[in-house]
């Protein structure tokens, strides 16, 4: 099976990851020819539910790239298990 996602947007990468995880062979299309075409925000504030959607459908290169980017909240803040 082949699922094809349309939009590379925060959910669309989302399910790709999730499918690619599964073994799923998945082809995101994306009409924006440069992530630059549109105004974006310099950063997501992600909520503990967010991170723990997005970090579960990532291989684990990736979630070692997000949490080596994510900016780290202040000590009280930190989450329990969060690495580094
Ligand atoms: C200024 C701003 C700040 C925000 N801050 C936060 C925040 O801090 N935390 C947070 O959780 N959320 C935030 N949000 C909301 C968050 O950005 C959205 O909830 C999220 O991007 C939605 O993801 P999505 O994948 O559904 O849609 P999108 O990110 O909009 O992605 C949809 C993609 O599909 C593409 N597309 C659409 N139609 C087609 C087509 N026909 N063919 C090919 N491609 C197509 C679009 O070009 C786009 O790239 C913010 C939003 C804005 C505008």
């Not at 979630?63 to 009280?76: S, V």
Request: aromatic fraction near 4%; avoid cysteine; charged fraction near 20%.
């Amino acid at each position: 099976m082949k699922v094809i996602v349309i939009g590379a947007g925060l959910g669309g990468l989302a399910l790709a990851n999730g499918l690619g995880r599964a073994g799923i062979d998945v082809a995101v299309y994306e009409r924006a020819q440069s992530p630059l075409i549109r105004r974006q925000g310099y950063r997501l504030h992600l909520s503990d539910v967010g991170i723990d959607a997005l970090t579960s459908v990532m291989a684990p290169q990736r979630r070692a790239a997000f949490w080596a980017t994510a900016h780290k909240p202040a000590p009280e803040r930190e989450r329990q298990g969060e690495p580094g």
